[in-house]
């Protein structure tokens, strides 16, 4: 154990490519116990599935392994404990790196390996038509009848692991897909020593690791209140989560660089891809329905987080599962000046014809921006059109089928005439598609490696579960007002007034909204006028484009002054194998907020976020 009754958890990375001297800084600055870093996304499983097909021994995050050849020396000299997830989808071979560059540099550390995401007698049984695993959101789907044939699984595994492994002595823990939580879980429960039931405990290590995850997302990074912290939005510096052993946490950072912990931060970085009010995960289920966030009084970048709840976890987790989806490609039109929609018109026209016999899997022809009248420069005017179609055989994208006859196109095309010029990006390169499914705890075989002699120690599942709805609550307020009660209104943007913080998990997007903490009245108004439908509203032609019997889920948390949503099967498919610039739907929460919508005018007397 590590003998403090505060344990100091900083966190490193978010996601792969982050910055890649987060590590270095935070082990220099952070006077921090444990390093921690999420280097996975349900985008770079399947890049890592890609790579693993081509190279056994690669399918890690190589990031991860760079970052540690710099800091080894800082880590051994202070003690820290590393955990991390980098191992992707080969979480054996970056171990095996990090004990090699250990040893190369005379250090005797014990490395170890936690594994049992990797699910091969899963994928034994579906190749045999019988494993019986249905969908996370939609039971009527079943992973059987998926039309593609997957080449690797990868389940969500928990952070018992973890703990079993620092029992062990280790001080560095590698693991593949565990949960972006657990390791912060993991380093919790072992350095607190809590019990699996101690569910209050877990559940508020769970949203820490949450909200730390993302690493300067908590920090400042795609805050809608940027523009109040503006002075500091340079050089964010990664979070740092204090928690003690009743599982309570302050959130924090450095004292170098730039980013700010605030309330608003905290409350963004809540909302961020939550699925409900529940928080499901294979140790435990955190229910938020009373989560608050205080500042700690005369202090400057410290957030507390309570009133979180643990109840016990479900006896299945998620599982992704990744299939090669064909090829893709795009290409890239610029249009400005005058008779824009009739230059569209006359290229939608051309490309239906060159395109008439085509055999592609999916094609997306858009046009994004809008040109101002009167622009100052032909770069303020320019709007672009993009040309993005798949096909399940390399054959039916080929140059003669795509490349060649769209760039044909540009001596029979509008007047200005443009486009981008970087021409690879019209020939096909390989996708991936994702099914995410549901599959029992007891399937999943997580064991612990202390080293390269592949001994291993067998973690069970948990002892005891709970039930939960596949289909999550959603409600409209349960005592809406009368919107006119806040007097009179003008007609502003919605994030005049209020923030938002928009994501996904595989093809649902959800958005979080929420208002100013000193204004309880803002929020009584948010609560009755953003309901189901005025979502749907405000949507505009992207809820009618879609299928417009897509589920969306309501809810309330009452002790952060928001209302949040879940759009089911909203982002075509989802990161991976997504036609959509914006396949993250990062940005459909900052679209929500640029809407017009009728606004007390008390609201905007007391100043405006946007």
């Given at each position: 154990?590590?003998?403090?009754?505060?344990?100091?958890?900083?966190?490193?990375?978010?996601?792969?490519?982050?910055?890649?001297?987060?590590?270095?800084?935070?082990?220099?600055?952070?006077?921090?116990?444990?390093?921690?870093?999420?280097?996975?996304?349900?985008?770079?499983?399947?890049?890592?599935?890609?790579?693993?097909?081509?190279?056994?021994?690669?399918?890690?995050?190589?990031?991860?392994?760079?970052?540690?050849?710099?800091?080894?020396?800082?880590?051994?000299?202070?003690?820290?404990?590393?955990?991390?997830?980098?191992?992707?989808?080969?979480?054996?071979?970056?171990?095996?790196?990090?004990?090699?560059?250990?040893?190369?540099?005379?250090?005797?550390?014990?490395?170890?390996?936690?594994?049992?995401?990797?699910v091969p007698d899963i994928m034994n049984q579906l190749a045999q038509g019988r494993c019986g695993f249905g969908h996370l959101d939609h039971a009527e789907k079943q992973l059987d009848d998926w039309e593609l044939k997957p080449v690797c699984g990868a389940a969500y595994i928990g952070c018992q692991g973890i703990v079993e492994a620092l029992n062990s002595g280790a001080q560095i823990v590698i693991c593949g897909r565990c949960t972006d939580a657990s390791p912060l879980m993991g380093v919790a429960a072992w350095q607190f020593q809590w019990s699996e039931e101690n569910y209050d405990a877990m559940a508020g290590a769970l949203i820490a690791g949450h909200l730390t995850e993302c690493g300067p997302y908590v920090t400042g990074a795609n805050f809608t209140g940027f523009k109040e912290i503006m002075d500091d939005m340079v050089d964010l510096t990664f979070p740092i989560a204090e928690i003690d052993s009743k599982g309570e946490c302050v959130v924090t950072t450095l004292s170098v660089g730039g980013g700010r912990v605030t309330e608003d931060t905290v409350r963004a970085q809540i909302l961020y891809e939550l699925q409900g009010h529940l928080y499901l995960n294979p140790d435990v289920v955190a229910d938020l329905t009373h989560i608050k966030v205080e500042a700690e009084p005369g202090t400057r970048d410290r957030v507390r987080v309570s009133g979180i709840r643990g109840l016990p976890p479900p006896p299945t987790t998620k599982a992704m599962f990744t299939a090669p989806g064909g090829y893709q490609a795009e290409a890239n039109f610029y249009l400005n000046g005058l008779d824009i929609e009739d230059k569209v018109k006359m290229m939608r026209r051309q490309l239906d014809f060159i395109f008439k016999d085509h055999k592609f899997h999916k094609l997306s022809i858009e046009l994004y921006g809008t040109s101002p009248e009167d622009p100052?420069?032909?770069?303020?005017?320019?709007?672009?059109?993009?040309?993005?179609?798949?096909?399940?055989?390399?054959?039916?994208?080929?140059?003669?089928?795509?490349?060649?006859?769209?760039?044909?196109?540009?001596?029979?095309?509008?007047?200005?005439?443009?486009?981008?010029?970087?021409?690879?990006?019209?020939?096909?390169?390989?996708?991936?598609?994702?099914?995410?499914?549901?599959?029992?705890?007891?399937?999943?075989?997580?064991?612990?490696?202390?080293?390269?002699?592949?001994?291993?120690?067998?973690?069970?599942?948990?002892?005891?579960?709970?039930?939960?709805?596949?289909?999550?609550?959603?409600?409209?307020?349960?005592?809406?007002?009368?919107?006119?009660?806040?007097?009179?209104?003008?007609?502003?943007?919605?994030?005049?007034?209020?923030?938002?913080?928009?994501?996904?998990?595989?093809?649902?997007?959800?958005?979080?909204?929420?208002?100013?903490?000193?204004?309880?009245?803002?929020?009584?108004?948010?609560?009755?006028f953003l309901t189901i439908e005025r979502l749907k509203f405000l949507l505009g032609d992207d809820w009618y484009n879609g299928d417009t019997c897509r589920r969306i889920e309501r809810i309330e948390f009452v002790g952060i002054n928001a209302v949040h949503f879940r759009i089911l099967d909203n982002l075509s498919g989802g990161i991976a194998?997504?036609?959509?610039?914006?396949?993250?739907?990062?940005?459909?929460?900052?679209?929500?907020?640029?809407?017009?919508?009728?606004?007390?005018?008390?609201?905007?007397?007391?100043?405006?976020?946007?």
């Open positions: 154990m590590i003998s403090k009754p505060i344990l100091r958890i900083g966190s490193v990375s978010s996601t792969t490519g982050d910055n890649p001297y987060a590590m270095a800084r935070m082990v220099q600055h952070g006077k921090v116990d444990v390093i921690i870093g999420d280097w996975l996304s349900e985008m770079n499983i399947a890049w890592n599935a890609i790579v693993k097909q081509q190279n056994p021994d690669l399918g890690y995050e190589r990031g991860f392994l760079e970052q540690l050849e710099e800091s080894l020396d800082g880590i051994v000299a202070q003690n820290l404990k590393v955990i991390t997830n980098a191992g992707a989808l080969n979480t054996r071979s970056l171990a095996r790196e990090v004990r090699r560059l250990c040893k190369s540099r005379g250090y005797d550390i014990s490395v170890a390996a936690v594994l049992g995401d990797d100052v420069s032909q770069q303020a005017g320019t709007v672009f059109f993009r040309i993005f179609a798949q096909a399940r055989r390399i054959e039916d994208l080929s140059a003669a089928k795509f490349k060649i006859p769209i760039y044909a196109l540009r001596m029979q095309a509008y007047p200005g005439y443009h486009m981008n010029l970087d021409f690879r990006t019209m020939d096909p390169k390989p996708f991936m598609e994702m099914f995410p499914a549901i599959i029992p705890q007891d399937a999943i075989k997580v064991q612990v490696e202390m080293g390269d002699s592949c001994q291993s120690i067998d973690i069970p599942p948990p002892q005891r579960t709970a039930e939960y709805p596949q289909v999550r609550p959603s409600y409209e307020t349960a005592n809406p007002v009368d919107l006119t009660s806040f007097g009179r209104t003008r007609k502003v943007p919605l994030g005049s007034i209020v923030h938002a913080r928009s994501g996904d998990k595989a093809d649902n997007s959800n958005i979080g909204f929420f208002t100013r903490s000193q204004y309880d009245d803002e929020y009584e108004w948010l609560k009755t194998s997504s036609e959509r610039i914006d396949g993250l739907g990062k940005g459909i929460g900052e679209f929500l907020r640029s809407r017009f919508v009728e606004v007390p005018l008390k609201f905007l007397e007391r100043g405006r976020i946007s």
